[in-house]
């Protein structure tokens, strides 16, 4: 085995989680919580914009916890038979 120390990034890494889908209303990707832009820009951003990003993401899940549809809206929308 080597003593060579394994490389590391000092850069802050994404948060995506590979779902990644934009939901249509809040304009955030619902896997990590960026936006379009943000996502877009990760990549030239400093570490202390990313920290920025980073901070603001727990409070954007909430934007996120009610349902747009499921079994539950179909059940809604169905008209009771006549």
Do not use: F, Y
């Amino acid at each position: 085995m080597s003593d060579t120390p394994v490389w590391q990034r000092d850069e802050i890494q994404s948060p995506c989680i590979n779902i990644c889908v934009i939901h249509p209303e809040s304009r955030l990707c619902t896997g990590c919580l960026r936006s379009i832009d943000e996502i877009t820009a990760w990549s030239k951003m400093s570490n202390d914009e990313r920290a920025d990003i980073m901070a603001a993401l727990p409070a954007r899940a909430d934007q996120h916890k009610v349902r747009r549809g499921g079994r539950e809206a179909r059940l809604k929308r169905r008209k009771p038979a006549a």
